[in-house]
């Protein structure tokens, strides 16, 4: 199955600095590649997405970039503001099941 | 907005005691899952379910889990028999179309603890 590796687990920016965090994924079939943002004790809620067939997408501060031949993708936050602090999940999802597999996670935490 | 609900929010129970955890899906969804999420850890699928049957299980969902859309707008996820080691956050989520490769909106989870 899918495995995807997420890292940093922590990262700690100051205000105004950009942020970035990088996953990998194993399986070269996943072509959908979400990034969920989760606030304490609250529901992972969706801030970006890529497909496979495009290498990169942006969102106002928050851009995603997908390298498939590395099968790597990568959320580049900037401007970092404190109500970015949270908990910042990769996932990967393909075709053969539409489950997803998440990453471990990494705790932004924007210093004011 | 719509928005995926789940009761209850936090449901403790004994080791041993058979528990059913309830969602309410977005209504024009077609796909709907279940995760959990060990306090900590990553969040890690166990099943998805489509047209009233599961199509994509995990290791973790095993004989003591079920599923089942009693009507048309519950999902419930029971566990038969609850460990200590099934204390985590379960999260609902369902998505549109034909939901590969869509959006999954997740609910806001419901906590269980097994004492």
């Known amino acids: 199955g899918e495995n995807v590796e997420q890292h940093p687990s922590t990262l700690s920016v100051q205000e105004g600095d950009s942020a970035v965090i990088k996953c990998t994924y194993s399986?070269?079939?996943?072509?959908?590649f979400p990034w969920y943002k989760q606030e304490l004790g609250k529901r992972p809620q969706l801030i970006i997405d890529?497909?496979?067939?495009?290498g990169e997408k942006k969102d106002q501060r928050i851009a995603v970039t997908l390298n498939k031949t590395a099968k790597h993708f990568s959320l580049h936050i900037t401007e970092t503001q404190p109500e970015d602090s949270a908990v910042y999940f990769c996932?990967?999802?393909?075709?053969?099941?539409?489950?997803?597999?998440f990453g471990t996670g990494t705790s932004l935490t924007v210093i004011p | 907005e719509p928005e995926v609900t789940q009761t209850p929010s936090h449901q403790v129970t004994q080791m041993g005691q058979e528990v059913i955890l309830r969602c309410v899906p977005i209504?024009?969804?077609?796909?709907f899952y279940w995760y959990r999420q060990i306090l900590g850890q990553k969040v890690e699928f166990l099943v998805s379910?489509?047209?009233?049957?599961?199509?994509?299980k995990s290791e973790i969902f095993d004989d003591q889990f079920s599923v089942e859309r009693p009507d048309g707008s519950n999902f419930t996820l029971k566990i038969r028999s609850t460990k200590l080691e099934d204390s985590a956050m379960y999260f609902c989520?369902?998505?549109?179309?034909?939901?590969?490769?869509?959006?999954?909106?997740f609910g806001p989870g419901t906590r269980l603890t097994v004492t």
């Open positions: 989520a369902s998505s549109d179309l034909l939901g590969t490769n869509y959006e999954q909106y």
């Open positions: 399986d070269s079939a996943s072509n959908y």
């Open positions: 890529i497909r496979s067939n495009v």
């Open positions: 996932a990967a999802s393909g075709y053969t099941g539409n489950q997803f597999y």
């Open positions: 209504s024009n969804h077609l796909y």
């Open positions: 379910f489509y047209n009233n049957e599961i199509s994509e």
